[in-house]
């Protein structure tokens, strides 16, 4: 993924039930994250239509999923499988092997699929967070 597929990754975010934007999505921010996490983050597309997206990044010790989205019409053909699949390899080829995603409660699909994989859902750790400018969508 390349700051060049933003418009159609963030097309397919919002044409995707579930998927929920924030600020943090905007084009420079992503330009950042894309930038601090070079050729992690990957795309799929058919015929020139970007059809799946997912983002990856990492803190040095953990690696951080986001965002796989596979268009509806092209799911249960193994993309979003391949997409996590590339994700996981290039983390584990700059020596990262735990990865951690964060799934909204209400996703229900999300939850089926991460769960189908082999990741464990944690109930031994609460997330937290902090906004330091006030704004809720931050």
Request: proline fraction near 1%; charge should be neutral.
């Amino acid at each position: 993924m390349t700051i060049s597929d933003y418009e159609s990754v963030i097309q397919l975010m919002k044409d995707t039930p579930g998927v929920s934007l924030r600020d943090a999505d905007s084009r420079e921010a992503t330009a950042r994250y894309l930038e601090r996490n070079p050729g992690i983050s990957f795309v799929a597309e058919h015929g020139g239509r970007v059809i799946g997206c997912i983002m990856c990044g990492h803190d040095g010790r953990r690696g951080y999923l986001q965002h796989l989205v596979v268009h509806a019409e092209h799911r249960r053909q193994g993309i979003a499988n391949a997409l996590v699949s590339r994700c996981v390899a290039s983390l584990e080829d700059l020596g990262i092997f735990k990865s951690h995603i964060d799934v909204f409660r209400t996703n229900e699909v999300a939850q089926a699929y991460w769960e189908s994989q082999g990741w464990m859902r944690r109930t031994d750790i609460h997330r937290y967070s902090w906004v330091s400018n006030g704004n809720a969508n931050a």
